[in-house]
């Protein structure tokens, strides 16, 4: 492994750790929200209001222009100094405080309109809720925009561990001003639900401020730099506009699904939901935290010329999550009812409510592999100074998506819209792969191919395996039933690992390796 892999591996490592700290505390908020609101109405209302400054942050351009500045920033600071580095910084915080504060008020103001646009299936009782916790938790939108762009920034400068971590503070928020309002004031139904929305505005808070004593320690002072002109700004500009236009046509997807999935029955909106946030944890953890990882590298790369170095991450990303994504599927696919059961069904949460859950979780998994690809692709894009090449493919999704969509729904309801987003993002990998071809002749990623084809076969083998085995317990209990699968999920790891040593999978033999030198020398 070359010093370039080893701190990439390093990155992406501690990156996943805060990840799946979050992760977990994610998964907490969300059984304390299964617990109080079940399906019902009113958890459908609190995922639509919470949903609407999410979606309206990405389709400004949020992502767009942390990948429009990353780039850029790092050039600057290779090419310049620090102090044109961190100038550049502080005036597009600066900007972006003015452009989030006026676009979080227009939210506040016009969000029975919003609501109604984008959700036009609700019921009137679902809806009532949802644009009154919607104007609560707007200005989510503005301290999520700013600490992305702050954690931006700290990832430029190898900083991971606590940029992973802050979403975590968001759950604490929620989980907090749900649970102490319930046991203390006996809050409940709608009352409590406002309670959870005022928690999403202090987590959000919490999620922002966090970032501010490490920017300080890198030399950043908290004041407003405005300059709308300027070369670094130019550039940033024409980076941004077609990059943002890409993302705004790709978060259409989701607008689409929004608005067909309020004209399915009650709970299809929180069974999505659930089910999408069960698949980002595996996801956030490796598949998203490599792609943040990586995304200052491949532009440093890119900046020096150094092609091999490129070349080297790029298939070390791509194996190493297909090792690791593709266990984790077929593992979800077997085990994901006994998990949905477990973690959510109590209180208002019935079985109905798990099994929608997991129907959703399941078509949503499918593509965990391909979720977690594209992020490591899509970021050379970017790191090369490409924003347009995006936006032509997020088009062609858009359509695809729709199409899928309107023809899934039909036969499956939810899960259709689950599986058509997997299909899509299988057909957006496999054209992005195509282009890297034909636009980067330098970067050579089929040394891969042969690891990733043993690698599907020996899951699909093993997967097969573990269903037959799941299927043979007949036990009631839950516990009983957990440490079944724990057992089984232990052997499906030790004869996977076992199998691709044999078969010499060289992610799983490095990765052997590296454990047993870390234990024979301690």
């Known amino acids: 492994m070359t010093v370039s892999q080893k701190k990439l591996a390093r990155n992406i490592s501690v990156m996943s750790l805060a990840v799946f700290l979050s992760r977990i505390l994610g998964l907490v908020r969300d059984q304390v929200m299964a617990y109080f609101f079940g399906t019902t109405f009113l958890n459908d209302a609190f995922n639509v209001a919470y949903n609407l400054p999410n979606l309206i942050r990405r389709l400004f351009g949020e992502g767009a222009l942390s990948a429009a500045f990353v780039p850029l920033y790092n050039e600057i600071g290779i090419r310049s100094n620090k102090k044109q580095q961190l100038e550049f910084a502080l005036n597009v915080l600066s900007i972006l405080t003015l452009f989030l504060t006026a676009l979080t008020l227009i939210g506040i103001a016009f969000a029975p309109l919003i609501v109604k646009v984008l959700y036009p299936g609700l019921p009137l009782s679902t809806m009532n809720a949802a644009i009154k916790l919607s104007r609560i938790i707007f200005p989510y939108l503005f301290f999520i925009g700013m600490s992305s762009t702050m954690i931006a920034i700290l990832n430029s400068h190898d900083y991971f561990f606590m940029t992973g971590l802050s979403s975590g503070l968001l759950n604490i928020g929620m989980i907090s001003l749900t649970i102490i309002p319930a046991a203390v004031l006996n809050a409940s139904g709608e009352e409590l639900l406002i309670w959870s929305g005022w928690g999403v505005f202090l987590g959000g808070l919490l999620q922002t401020a966090v970032n501010f004593p490490f920017l300080r320690k890198i030399g950043y002072s908290f004041k407003l730099f405005i300059r709308f002109s300027g070369e670094s700004i130019s550039i940033l500009w024409k980076r941004f506009i077609p990059s943002m236009i890409g993302i705004g046509i790709r978060e259409i997807n989701l607008i689409a699904d929004a608005l067909m999935a309020s004209f399915l029955p009650v709970g299809s ?192 083998i093993l997967g097969v395996s573990a269903l037959f085995l799941r299927n043979l317990v007949n036990w009631q209990n839950i516990y009983a039933i957990l440490a079944c699968d724990l057992i089984i999920a232990l052997i499906y790891i030790f004869v996977l690992l076992t199998l691709s040593y044999l078969c010499n999978i060289k992610f799983y033999k490095k990765m052997l390796r590296s454990a047993w030198t870390r234990l024979t020398r301690n």
């Not at 208002?348 to 929608?356: C, E, G, I, P, R």
């Not at 032509?392 to 689950?418: D, E, K, P, T």
């Open 269 to 460: 909106i929180t069974a999505l939901g659930m089910g999408n946030r069960l698949m980002q944890m595996p996801l956030g953890i490796f598949g998203i935290s490599t792609g943040t990882a990586i995304l200052p590298v491949f532009s440093k790369n890119v900046t020096e010329g150094k092609w091999d170095d490129l070349s080297q991450n790029l298939r070390f990303a791509t194996e190493s999550l297909v090792a690791v994504m593709l266990p984790v599927t077929a593992l979800i696919i077997v085990l994901g009812t006994d998990l949905t059961q477990a973690l959510f069904q109590r209180g208002l949460f019935d079985d109905k409510a798990s099994l929608m859950t997991y129907q959703a979780l399941v078509f949503y998994s499918l593509g965990l592999v391909f979720y977690g690809l594209n992020q490591t692709v899509t970021p050379l894009f970017y790191a090369n100074k490409d924003t347009k090449t995006p936006v032509r493919i997020a088009s062609f999704m858009v359509a695809l998506n729709i199409i899928l969509n309107l023809i899934l729904m039909q036969f499956m309801q939810h899960r259709g819209l689950a599986l058509s987003t997997t299909l899509t993002a299988a057909v957006n990998y496999f054209l992005l792969l195509h282009l890297v071809k034909k636009r980067f002749p330098k970067v050579i990623l089929q040394n891969v191919i042969t690891d990733i084809f043993k690698i599907f076969l020996i899951n699909l």
